[in-house]
């Protein structure tokens, strides 16, 4: 019998609610998408179709029964539903009002809630639930229908039965289940901000070009890490080696508790990015953004069949 929920519900149609309605649609299970309004709602129908392109570029296959259907009414979408995933905006107010409402007859008590939070504690946001038990941190990585890992976080009253039950729905489609203690920001979170904090502090310094750190990261340790992980790496490098450079380098690594200048300084002048047109770099209107996007997703593509293809190391 698969673990696979026969129904789910998406609560959230941003930046990832498309991509994990898509994987799951691919993988049998009836998926139902809310917003709170229209205009969210055909914007992630359209994000829905591109996501439905990369996967058949990438190879997914597409199980019997699966299918995705869009509204913007949150009973109707929950109806009869077995697995809730909340992704919605990362406010703690807005998913504890959430959490009141699902439990305020709309859902089963059987049901699983899923939170795609990236870093809000699940303990946190369990508090005043009815039945917090059924709560769990389950935190997929964007792009969603790309990167196939999730990271499967019980809060202090998770029933641990649910922790093996999730694991076993993430199994089923075919992902990487992660599972973790909780802690602020998650793993996955924490390893990229520690990284983020040293790269942005070593640009203030003026030590190395926007493009020369961004070459440096992308073939001198994505290249290594996306085979072998940092444990592995140890073992390969040799843990007296580590010893040896950790020693006088780790002194020396950027330890700030804020957000650096550099970036505070970009976002008071609305350099945001993708979205503003401009922050690391420059981009030369909205058609220039598309293509880098594109690019971006092709190498997702490219990378992803390659180390599905490489054993794990």
């Known amino acids: 019998m698969s673990s696979l929920p026969k129904i789910a519900t998406v609560v959230g ?34 994000s829905y179709a591109m996501v439905n392109g990369v996967l058949e570029t990438v190879g997914t296959p597409k199980a019997d029964g699966g299918s995705v259907t869009f509204g913007t009414d949150l009973a ?23 959490l009141a409402q699902l439990e305020e007859g709309l859902i089963g008590d059987d049901v699983i809630i899923a939170s795609n939070t990236s870093g809000i504690p699940i303990t ?24 196939p890992m ?56 003026g030590i190395v070009t926007p493009e020369g750190l961004d070459a440096c990261v992308k073939w001198g340790i ?19 080696i580590y010893k040896a450079v950790s020693g006088y380098l780790n002194a020396d690594l950027a330890d700030r508790k804020d957000t650096p200048p550099m970036i505070e300084e970009k976002i008071a002048a609305g350099t945001l990015g993708f979205k503003s047109g401009g ?26 069949k390659t180390l599905s293809s490489i054993p794990n190391v």
Request: some cysteine; charged content about 25%; glycine content about 8%.
């Open 13 to 46: 149609s941003g930046t990832m609610g498309p991509g994990i309605a898509a994987t799951l649609a691919r993988a049998g299970v009836v998926v139902r998408v809310y917003d709170i309004s229209d205009q969210a709602i055909e914007n992630a129908k359209a």
């Open 76 to 98: 109707e979408s929950v109806a009869d539903t077995e697995l809730v995933i909340e992704a919605i905006p990362e406010r703690l107010e807005l998913k504890k009002a959430l």
């Open 124 to 147: 946190t946001m369990g508090e005043g639930m009815k039945a917090p038990g059924r709560l769990i941190g389950m935190h997929w990585s964007n792009p969603p229908h790309l990167i």
């Open 150 to 205: 999730i990271e499967v976080i019980p809060g202090d009253a998770t029933d641990p039965a649910l922790v093996d039950q999730v694991v076993d729905i993430v199994k089923a489609f075919d992902y990487v289940p992660v599972v973790e203690k909780e802690t602020p920001g998650f793993v996955e979170n924490r390893v990229l901000y520690a990284i983020l904090r040293e790269c942005l502090d070593l640009l203030e310094k």
């Open 222 to 240: 994505g290249y290594k890490l996306s085979v072998i992980g940092p444990t592995r790496l140890l073992d390969m490098a040799g843990l007296d």
């Open 279 to 304: 922050g690391m770099y420059e981009y030369d209107g909205p058609e220039a953004i598309a293509a880098k996007r594109k690019e971006i997703v092709t190498g997702l593509v490219a990378a992803r």
